[in-house]
Nanobody
Framework: QVQLVESGGGLVQAGGSLRLSCAASGRTFSSVGYGWFRQAPGKEREFVAAISRSGVYTYYADSVKGRFTISRDNAKNTVYLQMNSLKPEDTAVYYC??????????????????????WGQGTQVTVSS
């Protein structure tokens, strides 16, 4: 099993920045793709960003393109989400997830939360006006 622990959430003003981290442990990580999801009160969980097993391909929800950047550091077994120009509507609990499928991928696949095998506990991001 892969264990995931998120950190870096907090309270920021609109226009500010945060960098979320997701530390992974438990198994080999070279075969794992990662995604970030978020869920606001009263809303469905939504896809934010993902990075492929190789790290070559990244995918973003339209709502965060140009503002958020996903990256990974295999030496540190960590995936990051850099969030800039934050808006109040970005307020949510952010979750990282890992997908160990060795064959499937692409934008549609990684945007579907049901395909991920492992999930972290989440970290709260609150953006004030």
């Amino acid at each position: 099993q892969v264990q995931l622990v998120e950190s870096g959430g907090g309270l920021v003003q609109a226009g500010g920045s945060l960098r979320l981290s997701c530390a992974a442990s438990g198994r080999t990580f070279s075969s794992v793709g990662y995604g970030w999801f978020r869920q606001a009160p009263g809303k469905e969980r939504e896809f934010v960003a993902a990075i492929s097993r190789s790290g070559v391909y990244t995918y973003y929800a339209d709502s965060v393109k140009g503002r958020f950047t996903i990256s990974r550091d295999n030496a540190k077994n960590t995936v990051y989400l850099q969030m800039n120009s934050l808006k109040p509507e970005d307020t949510a609990v952010y979750y990282c997830a890992a997908d160990r499928d060795q064959y499937l991928g692409g934008s549609y696949y990684y945007s579907q939360g049901a395909t991920y095998d492992y999930w972290g506990q989440g970290t709260q991001v609150t953006v004030s006006s």
